[in-house]
């Protein structure tokens, strides 16, 4: 708002007159130059010298243009500029700690107590603030500058961030990150004092300590698709002290260490057949808030889900089309789990093979459960993808050859379109469940066919 009310005052002047001189004994006011029109010749007055090469110039190359003369003492001490200064125009910020009170006195009526420091601070961090903003950093209710208004960028470009503030912003956005982090001021580069910061984010996150605005913070840099690279790289680089607990660490951390460090203090504890009880509610916690999702695995849910897994109702189950049904309806979603698992972990069959176990205790109640049906076997699986084409809607077949029902509704479940309708039907098998023969179902075909020499149908 500042930079407005100057350019105002400039155009103002320049509305009777050509030129218009600025002194600014004190060089403080020189940001505001940068609000003004490039149609404005700007012309730097230092010493008697300059004054009269910047006569030269606006009399001569830029006779038609409007001309500033910015003048870095007081009006009285100028020399050949005098005549500009009495038949031209002329505008005084030798004291801007006088000019800003003045501005904000004509556009809100109130005198302000702060401190020139304070008036120069939001002064510069003004650029977009509208008079309700001034009004309420005159009153002391907002503080002018507001770390969590650049904090999160100054970690993410460090020397960037630094360039865009003077010595003035920069030595209190200095103070207010070194009172934050509780640490002792130091003259230090930017990159070295964001290192400062992550380096007490990243610990407090490793023991749980992490509060306030620190977490504040982190939550946006893990949540930000522009960001999150150089948080990324930040954790990466973060060496963890070796006796940590990954239990003790905060449940939205970012080191995947820890959690292959909890994969294996799981795996451990299932095959010794201890309790597992903490490990999965951290587990829980860690899985089910989305904040910083980017850095938690998805083996981590696929995880819980098996340690948590509990195969009820099959005592009520009587028919081959029941346990069908079951199975789609909820185990299906622990085999995905489980391929998830292996994925990941295939190649530490040590970790793996008490989760391996667990889910073949689980996956054996399934399967007792379906030879103990004493019902007739009718398979239903015939001509069902000839019924599911004849519809004159546009129509996909999902057809999974050998593999699980759960592989054809992991598919399902990833289609997120509301406009595509699904059907789900589960069958029972022709038998003997080879290839030629259950395909050949599918299709109609009365004759068995070698579906291997066919074009793929999927």
Known sequence: MIGIWFKEDIERILAEHRYVVVTDANGE???????????????????????????YLAESRYADSQILFY????????????????????????????????????????NTHLTKDQLLLAAKLSEGKNKNWWQSVADGTTEPLRLEDWLLDFLHAPAAIRQKMDETVWNVFRSEVYRLINKPQTEQPADAMAQEVV???????????IEG????????????????????????????????????????????????????????????HQDTTELTKFLNQRTQDRKAKAFKPQWLQSVWLLCTFKVEGLGAITTYQEVATY?????????????????????EPATLRPLQEHYTILNNELLTCWFDIKDNYISTQKDIVVNALASDKRTAVIVCDGLRLEIAEAVVSSITDKNVNINRKTALSVLPSVTENGMSALFGCSDMMMWSSCPSIC
Do not use: C
Not at 327 to 347: G, H, K, P, S, V
């Open 29 to 55: 006011g020189e940001f505001l130059l940068k609000y003004l029109s490039e149609d404005i010749k700007q012309l730097p007055i230092s010493n008697e010298y300059s004054e009269i090469e910047a006569k």
């Open 71 to 110: 003048a870095r003492k007081k009006a009285v001490q100028l020399t050949f500029l005098q005549e500009y200064v009495q038949t031209g125009g002329l505008l005084v910020l030798d004291d801007m700690e006088v000019y800003i009170k003045q501005k904000l006195f004509d556009a809100t009526g109130k």
């Open 199 to 209: 380096n007490v984010i990243l610990q407090s996150l490793a023991d749980n300590s």
């Open 213 to 272: 605005l620190l977490l504040e913070v982190y939550y946006q840099w893990a949540d930000s698709t522009e960001k999150i690279d150089s948080l990324r790289k930040y954790a990466d680089n973060y060496a963890l002290p070796t006796d940590i607990n990954p239990l003790k660490a905060h449940p939205n951390h970012p080191f995947a260490a820890l959690d292959r460090q909890l994969m294996q203090m799981l795996s451990n504890a299932m095959k010794m």
């Open 327 to 347: 199975y789609w309806q909820r185990f299906a979603a622990l085999d995905t789990a489980m391929r998830r698992i292996y994925t990941n972990w295939l190649n």
